[in-house]
């Protein structure tokens, strides 16, 4: 994408390109929502859901779907791949079905991360893996 400029006041302002944002240290350009995402602290990928009953999105950004492999277990899918597997997911959970409350979402559970998905295990205060109300993870890496 080519930087564009604009001059409000006779200032002239312009537009990081996607190189300048994965540098991350220009202070003379500023970010567009179109390169936002790719600087290195912008999440890539992020999603709420519950697994309750049914596993479903409550919102997201760039995740395609969800797959419940059974209690507490959810594989992430997103809609862009990473470009490696050496991404970082963080999350939390809320309270347990149970009501026994949940502690920690424990990734990757059995499986290791790919480019294109992240299967995560949530578990309660005793670790063992509960489904939740509320679950939310984030993923930050190249793409």
């Not at 409000?8 to 540098?23: D, H, K, R, V, Y």
């Not at 963080?90 to 480019?115: C, F």
Request: charged content about 5%; proline content about 4%; aromatic content about 10%.
């Amino acid at each position: 994408m080519a930087n564009s400029a604009f001059t409000p006041s006779g200032i002239t302002l312009q537009a990081a390109n996607q190189t300048q944002q994965e540098a991350a240290s220009s202070t003379e350009v500023y970010t567009s929502p179109g390169t936002q995402k790719y600087h290195p602290g912008h999440p890539k990928a992020w999603v709420n859901f519950t697994s309750v009953t049914t596993t479903a999105i409550n919102a997201s950004y760039n995740v395609a779907s969800l797959t419940d492999h059974g209690a507490g277990l959810t594989t992430v899918n997103f809609t862009t791949a990473f470009s490696s597997a050496n991404y970082c997911a963080s999350g939390l959970n809320g309270a347990g079905n149970s009501g026994s409350g949940a502690v920690a979402m424990v990734g990757p559970s059995t499986d290791n991360p790919t480019t294109t998905a992240f299967r995560v295990a949530s578990a309660n205060s005793v670790f063992g893996v509960v489904d939740n109300a509320y679950q939310s993870l984030a993923f930050f890496g190249d793409q």
